[in-house]
């Protein structure tokens, strides 16, 4: 059983942190298909310290989400401390992770994210003073290097871990590469032969089989599954099923897809408003009925529309045309879940 710090998962799938989708709307969904451990989006230390209303909202973990990790980014000693206890002491969560592998230029100027790679000096001096800080297990999921030039994934694990950090996530690329090429699994499984702290491997996850192979070729602890989630939450749940029992489920039908976007859709309305949830779930959306059979000529209306209901009424209207029933495990394990308010 995958343990970090105190906090035993009930299996070996965690959820990657993705800003702008990992909201409680999103990670009680993965939840509710059997993760693990789901992660929040990242949060920067200064937003944290200036406590707007916006970032105040980011820190919100409902309690059926747990086992849960924030997400903490910075590059200034003090106020990712003061951040950290920000969210040992009025949160929910269970984890603080910090951010070692944000690559954007924004971030990686003020010295926070991806740029710490080039200095383990730095991750153990952050890391051990924000361990310090805090009751909660501490982790980092980082890249496993700055360039191909500097590829220090070993020496940085290593430094956290020596810094009292429970676990490491180790995103199988450079920060140079974006998201381009492949991820690199054997730096990961080099990571995990050189320290003792759960490792959990990401990058390039897009199937139950991926990640099985993951866990096989780099010996990791844990999977963290990012862009293979994305509108297809059923990935997380499928995982789970064939790393635990062998057995491949088949991907969801139309309708159980739709079924989850709707919800995913009430969630983010409930959290956010109407105005917010409607712009922001047309990624979603799209990423719903990405392979959907004759779906093409139904995302672009529903890209035009501005509210809840009228999206709604698309989405059933193309199910509807479609005139399948939801039947299979997935769909029931769906529709096993309780309805999630935030106010
Ligand atoms: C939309 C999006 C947002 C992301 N935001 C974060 C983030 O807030 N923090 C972080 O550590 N990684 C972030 N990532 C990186 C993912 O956590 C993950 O490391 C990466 O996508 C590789 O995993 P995958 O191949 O399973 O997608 C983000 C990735 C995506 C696609």
Same mark, same amino acid.
């Given at each position: 059983?995958? &343990?970090?710090?105190?906090?035993?998962?009930?299996n070996r799938?965690? @959820?990657?942190?993705?800003?702008?989708?990992?909201?409680?709307? %999103?990670? /009680?969904?993965?939840k509710? %298909?059997?993760?693990g /451990?789901?992660?929040?989006?990242?949060? *920067?230390?200064? #937003?944290? $310290?200036?406590g707007? &209303? +916006?970032?105040?909202e980011?820190?919100?973990?409902?309690?059926?989400?747990?086992? /849960?990790?924030?997400?903490? %980014?910075?590059?200034?000693? &003090?106020?990712?401390?003061?951040?950290?206890?920000?969210?040992?002491?009025?949160?929910?969560?269970?984890?603080?992770?910090?951010?070692?592998?944000?690559?954007?230029?924004?971030?990686?100027?003020?010295?926070?994210?991806? +740029?710490? @790679?080039?200095?383990?000096?730095?991750?153990?001096?952050?890391?051990?003073?924000?361990?310090?800080?805090?009751?909660?297990?501490?982790? =980092?999921?980082?890249?496993?290097?700055?360039?191909?030039?500097?590829? %220090?994934?070993? !020496?940085n694990?290593?430094?956290?871990? +020596?810094a009292?950090?429970?676990?490491v996530?180790?995103?199988?690329?450079?920060?140079e590469?974006l998201?381009?090429?492949?991820?690199?699994?054997?730096?990961?499984?080099?990571?995990?032969? #050189?320290?003792?702290?759960?490792?959990?491997?990401?990058?390039?996850?897009?199937?139950?089989?991926?990640?099985?192979?993951? @866990? !096989?070729?780099?010996?990791?602890?844990?999977?963290?599954?990012?862009?293979?989630?994305l509108?297809?939450?059923?990935?997380?749940?499928?995982?789970?099923?064939? @790393?635990?029992?062998? !057995? $491949?489920?088949?991907?969801?039908?139309?309708?159980?897809?739709?079924?989850?976007?709707? $919800?995913?859709?009430?969630?983010?309305?409930n959290?956010?408003? !109407?105005?917010?949830?409607?712009?922001?779930?047309?990624?979603?959306?799209?990423?719903? $009925?990405?392979?959907?059979?004759?779906?093409?000529?139904? &995302?672009d209306?529903?890209?035009?529309?501005?509210?809840?209901?009228?999206?709604?009424?698309?989405?059933?209207?193309?199910?509807?045309? /479609?005139?399948?029933? *939801?039947?299979?495990?997935?769909?029931?394990?769906?529709?096993?879940?309780?309805?999630? =308010?935030?106010?």
């Amino acid at each position: 059983m995958l &343990k970090i710090g105190n906090i035993e998962l009930k299996n070996r799938v965690v @959820l990657a942190p993705m800003a702008g989708v990992c909201n409680p709307a %999103f990670r /009680l969904i993965a939840k509710e %298909f059997g993760t693990g /451990l789901v992660c929040a989006e990242m949060v *920067s230390d200064k #937003a944290i $310290l200036h406590g707007n &209303k +916006r970032t105040m909202e980011m820190l919100y973990v409902d309690e059926r989400e747990k086992p /849960l990790s924030l997400q903490i %980014f910075g590059g200034d000693r &003090k106020s990712l401390v003061e951040a950290a206890k920000v969210v040992d002491q009025q949160t929910n969560a269970d984890i603080i992770d910090i951010n070692m592998g944000c690559p954007v230029p924004k971030v990686t100027k003020c010295d926070a994210g991806a +740029r710490w @790679l080039l200095d383990p000096n730095k991750i153990y001096e952050m890391v051990s003073a924000v361990v310090e800080a805090v009751e909660k297990p501490v982790t =980092v999921k980082m890249r496993i290097g700055w360039d191909s030039e500097h590829v %220090f994934a070993v !020496e940085n694990a290593q430094a956290v871990e +020596r810094a009292g950090g429970k676990a490491v996530s180790v995103h199988g690329r450079t920060r140079e590469q974006l998201y381009t090429g492949t991820a690199n699994w054997d730096i990961i499984r080099d990571v995990k032969q #050189a320290v003792t702290i759960p490792v959990i491997g990401n990058g390039d996850v897009f199937t139950p089989e991926d990640a099985q192979k993951l @866990l !096989e070729h780099t010996g990791c602890d844990g999977v963290m599954i990012g862009r293979g989630a994305l509108g297809n939450p059923w990935m997380l749940y499928r995982t789970v099923h064939y @790393l635990t029992t062998g !057995e $491949l489920l088949s991907d969801p039908t139309p309708r159980e897809k739709m079924d989850v976007a709707i $919800l995913h859709m009430d969630r983010l309305v409930n959290l956010k408003g !109407e105005a917010v949830a409607v712009r922001e779930m047309r990624k979603h959306l799209a990423w719903y $009925l990405k392979g959907v059979p004759g779906a093409a000529r139904v &995302k672009d209306v529903i890209m035009e529309e501005t509210t809840r209901d009228k999206m709604v009424r698309i989405l059933a209207d193309f199910v509807e045309s /479609l005139g399948e029933k *939801s039947e299979t495990p997935v769909a029931a394990a769906a529709s096993n879940r309780d309805e999630a =308010v935030y106010h």
